[in-house]
T-cell receptor, first 116, second 113 residues
Framework: DTGVSQNPRHKITKRGQNVTFRCDPI?????LYWYRQTLGQGPEFLTY????????KSRLLSDRFSAERPKGSFSTLEIQRTEQGDSAMYLC??????????????FGPGTRLTVL | QQQVKQSPQSLIVQKGGISIINCAYE??????FPWYQQFPGKGPALLIA?????SEKKEGRFTISFNKSAKQFSLHIMDSQPGDSATYFC????????????FGTGTRLTIIP
């Protein structure tokens, strides 16, 4: 399977703990996006990378959140001092941006976070 | 600010019927409009997408109709099948720069026999 993969698929943690999620994009995709989806809502943009550079962060991304994409391959999203409001599905998507301007983003299966 | 409004919230259609989901956007800088299908516990999967230089795009049983002046677009699923039962999201983005997707709130579609 050469699609976007995310690990873990499910994470249950206690309030105040730190959690880290991993996303492996489609090979050679230069853009990687993180979205958050709460129950009954559409995904909301959090941040994105072009290669290894993080180019934009949403206001939704408080200072407890940090994302990295070392070497422009996989990415990690860390949440420090988790709060119950962080409970959501965290989705990763990747795309190939070239001068033709393609927008197609391919999503992974997501990591469902539950904060108790 | 919700920039993409989607309706209805839920929809029940008989097998073989036509399912229609509507979306409206506010940002005139949007120029890429995809539809995603999502099954429970899965990530969204790209279904079909359109750019504003055409008014309609068809792929199999799925058709997007686009009205640039009204800033509206819709998804039509012809000959709806039980396997089409899922949540559908419209989205919009700009072709240059960030290209982040702004999603609607979703429509839960149920196809009944």
């Amino acid at each position: 399977d050469t699609g976007v993969s995310q690990n873990p698929r499910h994470k249950i943690t206690k309030r105040g703990q730190n959690v880290t999620f991993r996303c492996d994009p489609i090979s050679e995709h230069n853009r990687l996006y993180w979205y958050r989806q709460t129950l009954g809502q559409g995904p909301e943009f959090l941040t994105y990378f072009q290669n290894e550079a993080q180019l934009e962060k949403s206001r939704l991304l408080s200072d407890r959140f940090s994302a990295e994409r070392p070497k422009g391959s996989f990415s990690t999203l860390e949440i420090q001092r988790t709060e119950q409001g962080d409970s959501a599905m965290y989705l990763c998507a990747s795309s190939l941006i070239w001068t033709g301007g393609r927008n197609e983003q391919f999503f992974g299966p997501g990591t469902r976070l539950t904060v108790l | 600010q919700q920039q993409v409004k989607q309706s209805p919230q839920s929809l029940i259609v008989q097998k073989g019927g036509i399912s229609i989901i509507n979306c409206a956007y506010e940002n005139t800088a949007f120029d890429y409009f995809p539809w995603y299908q999502q099954f429970p516990g899965k990530g969204p999967a790209l279904l079909i997408a359109i750019r504003p230089d055409v008014s309609e795009k068809k792929e199999g049983r799925f058709t997007i109709s686009f009205n640039k002046s009204a800033k509206q677009f819709s998804l039509h699923i012809m000959d709806s099948q039980p396997g089409d039962s899922a949540t559908y999201f419209c989205a919009a983005s700009m072709s240059f720069g960030n290209e982040k997707l702004t999603f609607g709130t979703g429509t839960r579609l149920t196809i009944i026999p």
